[in-house]
C-alpha cells in the first residue's frame, strides 16, 4: 500500500524518503550540506575547547609565577638582611642592583636567620630558575594560544568578540592580532 506524501498524494514504493530509501533503511549521505555543517561545528568545537585548556594553563602558569616570585622576593630580602651584599645578589640572579634593593627594602621585620652564605646563595640561585623556567613554560603557552587565534580568524570558525570571551583578552587585542592574520576573501 502506497504510503501519503506531505501534499497527500500516494508516494510510489521506489520513491526516497528525506534520508531513508524505501525499504525504510539508512542511506550514507557523504557529500550533504548537514555533513559539512557538522565538521564545521566539530572544527569549532575543537578550537573553543583547546582555547579553553590553553586559558586554564595560563592561569596555573601565572599562580605558579606569582608563587614563585613572593618566594625569590623573600629570599633576596633575607640574604641582604643577613648580609649578603646586594651586588653578589644580583649577580647571582642576574638582576641590576636597584631591584634588588627595591625587593629587599619591601620586607620589614626581619631577623638573622643564621642560614650559610653559600647555602643561601644556592636556594636563591635555585629559585630563580625555577622561575625563569615557569616564564618560559608561559610564553610557549602564550604562543600556542597566538597561534589558536590566528587559526580561529584564518578560518572564521570564531568571530573576535566570541575569541575575546573564549581567551580572556580584549577584542582590540583579538583585532590586533587579526590584522596579521590572511583571511579568505
Do not use: F
Not at 525499504?23 to 549521505?29: D, H
Not at 641590576?96 to 644556592?122: C, F, M, W
Request: proline share 4%; charged share 25%; glycine share 6%.
Amino acid at each position: 500500500m502506497p504510503t501519503p506524501t506531505m501534499a497527500g498524494q500516494p508516494r510510489r514504493a521506489d520513491q526516497q524518503v528525506k534520508g531513508r530509501s524505501a525499504t525504510g533503511r539508512y542511506t550514507y549521505r557523504a557529500g550533504s550540506p548537514a555533513r559539512t555543517s557538522s565538521n564545521a561545528n566539530a572544527g569549532h568545537a575543537k578550537l573553543v575547547h583547546a582555547l579553553g585548556v590553553h586559558r586554564q594553563l595560563l592561569s596555573h602558569a601565572a599562580s605558579s609565577i606569582r608563587t614563585l616570585t613572593s618566594a625569590r622576593n623573600e629570599l633576596i630580602a633575607q640574604a641582604v638582611e643577613d648580609g649578603i651584599s646586594i651586588a653578589t645578589i644580583a649577580a647571582v640572579i642576574r638582576e641590576n642592583a636597584r631591584s634588588v634593593r627595591t625587593i629587599a627594602l619591601a620586607y620589614d621585620d626581619l631577623h638573622l636567620s643564621g642560614v650559610p652564605r653559600k647555602l643561601q646563595l644556592e636556594a636563591l640561585k635555585a629559585k630563580n630558575d625555577a622561575l625563569k623556567e615557569a616564564e618560559r613554560h608561559r610564553n610557549v603557552i602564550l604562543e600556542r594560544r597566538e597561534a589558536l587565534i590566528s587559526i580561529a580568524l584564518r578560518t572564521q570558525a570564531c568571530d573576535e568578540l566570541e575569541l575575546a570571551s573564549l581567551t580572556g583578552l580584549t577584542p582590540d587585542h583579538i583585532r590586533r592580532s587579526g590584522r596579521s592574520v590572511g583571511r579568505p576573501a
